[in-house]
């Protein structure tokens, strides 16, 4: 299984990014997706999350900002980032927890990261 994550870049104060990933390999069963993002001395932290129902999740710090959405049939997930902060500025990683087999257990994957940083 492979999370390839798209769509950093550098962008000003009070602009716009969007964020995608794309789950592929052997899947049988995709649950949650979502995106984690980890600041320079800081630790890894969640900011959104998806369920294959659609149930969504925030950082209080990203809501009214930040859009999650996620595209069941193409296995991709998207995070929709206005109004960004230089307090944002990280590297996001695209999450996914998923099982290959039906009977196997589910577990989480990561991406490769993608840098976000915003300048003030």
């Known amino acids: 299984v492979q999370l390839q994550a798209s769509g950093g870049g550098l962008v000003q104060a009070g602009g716009s990014l969007r964020l995608s990933c794309e789950a592929s390999g052997r899947i049988f069963r995709l649950n949650s997706m979502g995106w984690f993002r980890q600041a320079p001395g800081n630790q890894r932290e969640l900011v959104a999350t998806i369920s294959s129902g659609g149930r969504i999740n925030y950082t209080d710090s990203v809501k009214g900002r930040f859009t999650i959405s996620r595209d069941n049939a193409k296995n991709r997930v998207y995070l929709q980032m206005n109004s960004l902060k230089p307090e944002d500025t990280a590297v996001y990683y695209c999450?996914?927890?998923?099982?290959?087999?039906?009977?196997?257990?589910?577990?989480?994957?990561w991406g490769q990261g993608t840098q976000v940083t915003v300048s003030s």
């Open positions: 999450n996914a927890d998923l099982s290959q087999l039906p009977l196997s257990p589910s577990r989480p994957y």
